[in-house]
Nanobody, 120 residues
Framework: QVQLRESGGGLVQAGGSLRLSCAAS????????MAWYRQAPGNQRELVAS???????TYADSVKGRFIISTGNAKNTVYLQMNSLKPEDTAVYYC??????????????WGQGTQVTVSS
């Protein structure tokens, strides 16, 4: 089993910054990719940013130039640096990991989510 734990959400004013963190733990053989999704009330869950094992990144058009996804020195950790935040960024942000477990093979896992609220 693999567990994802997110942190770093909170309440900020428009134009401010937050950094989200996600750490994956368990019997992880190899990470294929990690990503951040978000879901606002009444909306579908959408991909915000992703990073693959070769460090290639993908961003939603709405966050390009403002958000940066990266991995850390800690094992199986991904960050989302969010700058120039806008009220429309308000959502629950979820960490996702596509990985190969040591004994059971490839699986997909989700974190519990962390709330990001941006005030006008």
């Amino acid at each position: 089993q693999v567990q994802l734990r997110e942190s770093g959400g909170g309440l900020v004013q428009a134009g401010g910054s937050l950094r989200l963190s996600c750490a994956a733990s368990g019997s992880i053989f190899r990470l294929i990719a990690m990503a951040w999704y978000r879901q606002a009330p009444g909306n579908q869950r959408e991909l915000v940013a992703s990073i693959t094992s070769d460090s290639s990144t993908t961003y939603a058009d709405s966050v390009k130039g403002r958000f940066i996804i990266s991995t850390g020195n800690a094992k199986n950790t991904v960050y989302l640096q969010m700058n120039s935040l806008k009220p429309e960024d308000t959502a629950v942000y979820y960490c996702n990991a596509d990985l190969i477990e040591t004994y059971t093979g490839r699986n997909d896992y989700w974190g519990q989510g962390t709330q990001v609220t941006v005030s006008s």
